[in-house]
């Protein structure tokens, strides 16, 4: 009795665990089928549809379709074929660029200006590894992206396939989340899980791999898969082993399954550790706020992220993603003297900020301020800590939320806003360190070559509010950080900590996807436009068009300005005056030189780029910039 009993219970279990026959009509429903033998009976235990023509593409298109994705970036491959098909017959638009390193940081770039998920889908083996500076660059900037990538099938894996390569252990050190799907009824819950892992907590890249046999339809598979016809002995034995496989691989594929994305909840701050907060601000006589691009993740949107820190009224320093946010008239923002700023606060609020290279890994902080840490990420929120800066509280919860919390609880005790003679500390150096500025914007150049700071100031007042500024370059890019100023926030794109040359096309490409009326502007440095300038290409095929403002200065000017003064030697360093506006041409796109000699018709010549846009039309602006020394003493590798 017992013996059969257990017998019983293990059938059930084995049932449902490995052949997912979980309910009495299921059981039924086989037995029929087998009666009437309509199918093979290890398809039939499988509940395999051996007649569908649908293939594994539709589903993943599916869930990214539920997931409100409206673009999917890529470099074709025919192991990735079905999944752009199905995004496609979905209207999921599938744009395909020229390099796909440029699908990946266009992704980046759409998830971080639609505060979702930003997808990218690259073929196998190859495709698959020219992604990886991108994933790094996604990884460290905390940009939640989804990257799709081929993979050899499942059962040629390391038998010499086309394109085969471990690629999860590729990405397992940049990923939150690297899977490799083997059975199509899978597909719905991993692509859901990951989408959901990518936007938890500290937002980050994940990685799914499809081998092409999951994404295929059963009967092309089937073909594939080499079953001997007419087989006898071992090769029996061989076939029936396939055909488990493949049974296994396409069983209960056309189930329903929730397809709907898995709830987001950002970290939220402790009340007590608000309150803590809030008693250090009122006792506050030089309060200081450097807010990051984590401020800019959701839910707290970017309108009222600026109310917010409008509201607290402290002077604060913008980097990253939250750039723009206080537009350009505030008197709030600063830009110059940071350094100066953060010896004399007495209480700094590290918004998002990190103490990584941008902050000296926390140097610059002085042990006279009391420290106040946000930021989602442990290891972040304490970085460097202990070691280079002490912190007064660490608050690890979303950024944004924290702040808004804070303002309501410093607005209930009367708070009005930072003293104001510390407030007019700052800004009379803010005037003075712009005047000067401004000084060496008119200074001629011992080259006779166009002032690239003259340049980057005309380029700022003809630029329309709502454009986004995509930042890809060294010195000539750096300048304009200071210049250039985006006027309002999610307006400026640039790589962030992993300070990645290439990422200009990329981020243009997401910008002008997710916004395509609004000017995408790309500030180039002429080195760094060769890594991306044939997407110009891509603008023209999408009409998609996009302005590259590129200062050429026939070198890789931030490294020749140490390496030569310290080794006497620009070896490597130096580049050609090379003719960048007819590369536009030969891309669909316009192509305008300027230089010294024609600095008057920059005006025009901007115009002219901004109208062509509206026309459709990309331009590539081919600046012949000389040398100034403004950005002496700045990091140089
Ligand atoms: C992918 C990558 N390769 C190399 C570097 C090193 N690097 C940093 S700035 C720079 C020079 C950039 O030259 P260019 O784009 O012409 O700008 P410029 O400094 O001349 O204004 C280089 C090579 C890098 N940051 N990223
Ligand atoms: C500026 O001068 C160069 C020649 O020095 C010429 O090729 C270019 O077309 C001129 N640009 C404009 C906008 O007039
Ligand atoms: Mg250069």
Not at 8 to 16: A, D, E, K, N, P
Not at 419 to 425: G, I, Q, V
Not at 509 to 532: F, Q, T
């Amino acid at each position: 009795m017992l013996v059969q009993l257990i017998l019983v219970v293990g059938f059930i279990y084995i049932l449902r665990k490995y052949f997912d026959i979980n309910s009495f009509e299921k059981l039924k429903k086989i037995f029929n089928d087998l009666k009437e033998g309509k199918q093979h009976p290890i398809s039939a235990i499988f509940q395999v549809d051996d007649k569908s023509n649908r293939h594994g593409g539709e589903l993943v298109a599916s869930v990214l379709h539920a997931h409100g994705v409206q673009e999917v970036f890529t470099l074709v491959g025919g192991h990735i074929s079905p999944i752009l098909v199905g995004c496609e017959n979905l209207g999921i638009k599938v744009i395909d660029t020229r390099h796909e390193v440029t699908a990946v940081f266009a992704a980046d770039a759409v998830a971080r200006l639609r505060q979702s998920i930003g997808v990218a889908a690259v073929t196998a083996g190859p495709g698959v590894t020219n992604t990886i500076t991108a994933v790094k660059n996604a990884q460290m900037a905390e940009s939640p992206l989804l990257l799709i990538g081929g993979a050899a099938p499942t059962l040629l894996q390391n038998r010499g396939a086309l394109q085969d390569i471990d690629q999860l252990v590729l990405f397992r050190p940049l990923c939150k989340y690297a899977v490799r799907v083997k059975r199509l009824k899978d597909i719905v819950p991993t692509v859901r899980e990951a989408i959901h892992i990518a936007q938890s907590g500290t937002p980050g890249p994940v990685f799914i791999e499809f081998p092409i046999d999951v994404l295929y339809p059963y009967p092309t598979v089937l073909k594939e898969i080499g079953l001997v016809p007419n087989a006898k002995g071992i090769k029996r034995l061989i076939n029936a082993y396939l055909f488990m496989h493949i049974s296994r691989q396409f069983g209960g594929a056309w189930e329903q399954q929730d397809i709907t994305p898995i709830p987001v909840t950002p970290p939220r701050p402790k009340e007590e550790q608000i309150d803590e907060v809030a008693k250090i601000l009122l006792e506050s006589k030089r309060p200081l706020i450097l807010l990051g691009s984590q401020a800019t993740l959701p839910p707290v949107k970017a309108d009222d992220l600026r109310k917010t820190v409008e509201k607290l009224g402290i002077p604060v320093y913008l980097g990253g993603m939250s750039r723009g946010l206080l537009g350009v008239n505030s008197n709030l923002q600063m830009r110059q003297n940071r350094k100066e700023a953060l010896k004399d606060a007495d209480v700094v609020i590290l918004a998002g900020t990190v103490c990584d290279f941008r902050l000296g890994y926390g140097k610059v902080l002085s042990s006279k301020s009391k420290i106040i840490a946000i930021n989602r990420n442990k290891d972040q929120l304490t970085k460097n800590e202990k070691i280079f800066w002490k912190s007064t509280a660490l608050l690890q919860s979303d950024v944004g939320t924290t702040l808004v919390d804070l303002q309501r609880v410093l607005q209930q005790k009367g708070w009005k806003g930072a003293p104001s003679d510390w407030l007019k500390t700052l800004q009379d150096r803010e005037l003075e360190k712009e005047s000067s500025n401004l000084k060496k914007m008119k200074e001629e150049l011992p080259d006779g070559n166009l002032n690239p700071l003259s340049l980057l100031s005309q380029l700022d007042k003809a630029l329309p509010d709502d454009t986004i500024l995509v930042a890809d370059g060294g010195d000539f890019v750096g300048s304009a950080a200071y210049i250039v100023r985006p006027r309002g926030p999610l307006q400026w794109l640039d790589p962030g900590a992993f300070g990645t040359l290439g990422v200009g096309g990329g981020f243009a490409l997401g910008a002008k996807a997710v916004y395509p009326d609004r000017p995408v502007v790309i500030l180039y440095g002429d080195g760094s436009s060769g890594y991306s300038i044939m997407e110009f290409d891509t603008f023209t095929r999408f009409k998609l068009p996009v302005i590259g403002v590129i200062g050429n200065d026939a070198c890789w000017s931030q490294i020749a300005r140490d390496q030569v003064p310290w080794f006497n030697s620009a070896v490597a360093c130096n580049l050609a005056y090379n003719k960048y506006d007819q590369v536009a041409e030969g891309l669909g796109a316009n192509g305008v030189v300027v230089n010294k000699a024609n600095e008057s018709e920059i005006k025009t010549v901007f115009a002219q780029a901004i109208h062509e846009c509206k026309n459709g039309k990309s331009t590539i602006i081919n600046a012949i910039i000389g040398k100034t020394d403004f950005r002496k003493g700045s990091i140089s590798v």
